[in-house]
């Protein structure tokens, strides 16, 4: 029987029994029992690189199978000739909804009404923005990318994918453009989502030329990671009042007490919580299931990287 380790007996009961595997736990934070029959391992969802380290324990592992869609925190840090897989597919439709989520919350002006709400208040009747009619540009149009359109959609608005190069169109948009196309697009779209991997290509990608590119009144909303947005330009355009941001992440993250982000007008932040909702758990077993299946047969891996 090939050795599999799981980051809990919760994920060892909801994936197994798979044939020709023995699954075993190992949540990372010190050697595993019968370190050299370990095969393949799936590390914890959260925190995954600060542990990996502690993979030389390891010393027959061949593959690593992470639950997260990023792996830039993983990948420098795994023995030559591990293969590495990530979790591409898993978080398309939980990291989607609250791409939606914030970009209405940020124009129906939500944490507004929250506050009042705290102090009892009842605020004057005013006109505010809706997402439809607005013109989207999503930037980043892989799974989730896609997924983001498909629920933007049904909202009427105008919507156009960015991808790092340009190529055909799909049932949700005619053409997709490449990102060297962003400063000609950029002007003429009110809601920026940014869904992109955190690469040498798209560190600061969202710097203050991208920012300045903006409308006035736009509203940059990131799901992706936090270090793809200049986080000191995107606080200059916040507090001049020019744009608004939506984010779920951030650069440094966890955004420390006092930072200025958390008081810059137009900002609404949630804590890095794309993947974490009811959606993860069952996706994340339909993907080991297949994946561990693949693996004790043979069969070619998915989502390798």
Do not use: C
């Not at 420098?76 to 000739?81: F, K, M, Q, R, S």
């Not at 974490?276 to 004790?296: H, I, K, N």
């Amino acid at each position: 029987m090939t050795l599999v380790t799981l980051p809990g007996q919760d994920w060892v009961d909801a994936v197994g029994p798979v044939p020709g595997l023995e699954l075993a736990v190992w949540d990372m934070d010190g050697p595993p029992e019968r370190a050299d029959e370990v095969k393949v391992v799936v590390p914890p969802y959260k925190g995954a690189g600060p542990r990996m380290p502690n993979i030389r324990h390891a010393t027959s592992v061949e593959l690593v199978q992470l639950l997260t869609a990023g792996y830039e925190d993983v990948q420098a840090l795994l023995p030559d000739g591990v293969a590495l897989a990530n979790a591409a597919g898993v978080h398309d439709a939980s990291t989607a909804e609250l791409a939606v989520a914030l970009t209405l919350a940020s124009l129906r002006d939500l944490p507004d009404f929250h506050a009042a709400q705290q102090e009892g208040r009842w605020l004057p009747s005013a006109i505010h923005p809706a997402l439809a009619d607005k013109r989207v540009l999503v930037l980043g149009y892989g799974s989730i990318g896609r997924a983001v359109a498909a629920r933007l959609t049904p909202f009427e608005v105008q919507l156009t994918a960015v991808a790092s190069r340009a190529r055909a169109g799909d049932e949700l948009v005619r053409s997709v453009h490449g990102v060297d196309e962003l400063p000609t697009l950029l002007p003429d779209h009110d809601v920026v989502v940014v869904i992109v991997p955190l690469s040498d290509a798209t560190t600061r990608l969202v710097d203050d030329t991208f920012l300045a590119a903006m409308p006035d009144g736009a509203l940059l909303v990131n799901v992706a990671r936090g270090g793809v947005v200049d986080t000191d330009a995107l606080v200059r355009h916040l507090q001049a009042g020019r744009l608004r941001a939506a984010l779920d992440v951030t650069d440094p993250e966890p955004l420390p007490a006092g930072h200025p982000l958390w008081s810059a007008p137009g900002v609404v932040i949630t804590p890095h919580v794309g993947g974490a909702s009811t959606a993860f758990m069952p996706r994340a077993v339909r993907l080991l299931r297949e994946q561990l299946g693949a693996y004790a047969a043979g069969r070619p891996l998915r989502n390798l990287v």
